[in-house]
C-alpha cells in the first residue's frame, strides 16, 4: 500500500471520527423519576450526569414533584417527541408507563429503567437494588434487634412493583429468623403526612407493636413522628429506608435505629452507561438481536443497612 493511500485512508477515518465525536457531544439522555427534587433521585442524576460527562453526551431531568406514574409516562412520551438518544427512568408503578416505554424503544430510542421496574415494557435493563433481597436484609437485621419476638408494622406504597419485592423480601425473612414476630401491612400511598397517620393509627390498634420497617424513603420519618406522638420512644425500634435529610437527622438523634441504605449514585451511574452502551452497539464485540447494544437484563447496585456511625459521607447531597 503506498504512502499517498495510506493518507487517504487516514484522513478518511478520522472524519469518521470526527464525525462520530461530534454525533455524541451532541446526543442528549433523559432521566424520569416520579418524585422530582428528591434527595435519592438526585443522588441517582448526579450519578448519571457524571457517567454522561465521561462519555462526552449531555442531560437532562424530567418528571413530576409528586408521585405520579401517569406524568411520568407523558414525560416519556415528550422526550420520545424530541427524539433524546436515550431515556432512564424509574417506575412510579409497574404498568402505567408500559406504552410509553414500549413506544420509546420502537422509535429506537433505548429506555433503561432503574430504582423502580416496569417489568412488562419492553425496557432493555433495570439498574437497580435486588428488591427481595433489600427486603430480606432489613427482615433479618430487625428479628435481630427484636431478638425474634414481637410485631413489626410495615409502612408501603402497594402499586410499585420494587415495593411488592421489598416486602416479602423482609416477610420471609422474619418468617425465617422471627417466626414469633407477627406482622402488619399499611398503605401510606407513598406520602410523609399519610405514613405518620396510618403508622399511628396501626400503632394505637397494637400495643405489642415493638418495630415498624418503612419500605420506601417516607414512612420512616412519618414513623417517628407516629411514635413521637404516642410516646413510645425506646419502645419501637424503626428501620428507615434510604439516607434522605430527614431520615439521617433522625438517626443521629437516636429515634430511628437504621435505615437501608441503597446506592442510587450507582443506579444513575450505570443507567447511564447501559443506555449509551445500548445507543452505540458498535462499542461491543458482539451485537444483540434487537439492533441495540448487547445489555444484560439486570444490574444489582446492591446494599447496606447504616446506622449512627455510617450515615456521615450522605449528610451533603446534590442539589439540581
Not at 130 to 142: H, N, P, R, W
Not at 186 to 195: L, M, S, Y
Request: charged share 20%.
Amino acid at each position: 500500500m503506498n504512502r499517498r493511500l495510506i493518507s487517504v485512508l487516514l484522513i478518511v477515518v478520522s472524519m469518521f471520527a470526527g464525525v462520530s465525536l461530534w454525533a455524541q457531544a451532541n446526543e442528549t439522555y433523559g432521566m424520569v423519576v416520579f418524585l422530582k427534587g428528591s434527595e435519592f433521585f438526585n443522588w441517582c442524576y448526579a450519578g448519571m450526569v457524571d457517567a454522561a460527562k465521561e462519555l462526552g453526551v449531555k442531560t437532562e431531568l424530567q418528571g413530576p414533584a409528586d408521585w405520579d406514574a401517569t406524568k411520568e409516562a407523558i414525560a416519556i412520551d415528550q422526550l420520545v417527541a424530541k427524539k433524546e438518544a436515550g431515556i432512564l427512568a424509574t417506575a412510579g408503578d409497574a404498568k402505567t408507563m408500559n406504552n410509553s416505554i414500549n413506544k420509546a424503544v420502537a422509535a429506537k430510542i433505548p429506555v433503561i429503567t432503574f430504582d423502580s421496574d416496569a417489568p412488562d415494557s419492553n425496557r432493555l435493563c433495570f439498574a437497580s437494588t435486588e428488591s427481595y433481597a433489600a427486603g430480606y436484609l432489613a427482615g433479618k437485621t430487625m428479628a435481630g434487634w427484636l431478638k425474634g419476638k414481637g410485631h413489626i408494622g410495615i409502612s408501603t406504597n402497594v402499586g410499585p412493583d420494587h415495593l411488592k419485592r421489598r416486602v416479602q423480601g423482609f416477610q420471609d425473612a422474619i418468617a425465617k429468623y422471627g417466626p414469633d414476630i407477627k406482622v402488619t401491612v399499611v398503605n401510606d400511598e407513598g406520602d410523609v403526612a399519610k405514613a405518620a397517620t396510618v403508622i399511628q393509627a396501626m400503632l394505637q390498634a397494637n400495643p405489642d407493636m415493638n418495630g415498624v420497617f418503612g419500605a420506601h424513603g417516607n414512612p420512616g420519618p412519618g414513623a417517628a413522628a407516629a411514635v413521637r406522638a404516642l410516646h413510645l420512644q425506646g419502645k419501637v425500634a424503626i428501620m428507615a429506608f434510604d439516607f434522605g435529610g430527614p431520615v439521617i437527622e433522625l438517626i443521629d438523634k437516636g429515634e430511628i435505629k437504621g435505615t437501608v441504605g441503597q446506592s442510587p449514585y450507582l443506579m444513575g451511574y450505570m443507567a447511564m452507561k447501559l443506555a449509551y452502551q445500548a445507543r452505540h452497539p458498535w462499542a461491543a464485540p458482539i451485537k444483540s438481536s434487537t439492533g441495540f447494544g448487547l445489555l444484560p437484563n439486570f444490574v444489582d447496585t446492591g446494599v447496606t443497612i447504616l446506622g449512627k456511625d455510617d450515615v456521615a459521607p450522605f449528610k451533603n447531597p446534590p442539589k439540581f
